[in-house]
């Protein structure tokens, strides 16, 4: 089973910028990617990176995150700019072992996932 350990949440102000990193471990990674949740609502997806390097976003990030990974270390980052307060949300990783033909954005088909780290932006 895979275990993803999430890390660099915290408090940062409108405007800032905040990296997430993502340690995965117990098998060669297909895809990962970063979800985020509020209270009350779905999780949503955030980004995602296959192991060969496509990525996708979601509409709400496009311009401002960036996703990226290094295949040897097993981990992914995200690195968030130009942070707005509705991006407060508790951030999650994802992965799995599989590697689809096409990128993986659908949450269902993600079978691990870390324990999410808070991400609070002030106005």
């Known amino acids: 089973q895979v275990q993803l350990v999430e890390s660099g949440g915290g408090l940062v102000q409108a405007g800032g910028s905040l990296t997430l990193s993502c340690i995965a471990s117990?098998?060669?990674?297909?895809?990962m990617a970063w979800y985020r949740q509020v209270p009350g609502k779905q999780r949503d997806l955030v980004a995602q990176?296959?192991?060969?390097?496509?990525?996708d976003y979601g509409d709400s990030v496009k311009g401002r995150f960036t996703i990226s990974r290094d295949n040897a270390k097993n981990t992914a980052w995200i690195h968030m700019n130009s942070l707005e307060p509705r991006d407060t949300a508790v951030y999650y990783c994802?992965?799995?072992?599989?590697?689809?033909?096409?990128?993986?954005?659908?949450?269902?088909?993600?079978?691990?996932w870390g324990q999410g780290t808070q991400v609070t932006v002030s106005s």
């Open positions: 117990g098998g060669s990674i297909g895809h």
């Open positions: 994802a992965a799995t072992l599989r590697r689809f033909p096409s990128p993986c954005l659908v949450a269902s088909k993600y079978p691990d």
């Open positions: 990176i296959t192991s060969g390097g496509l990525k």
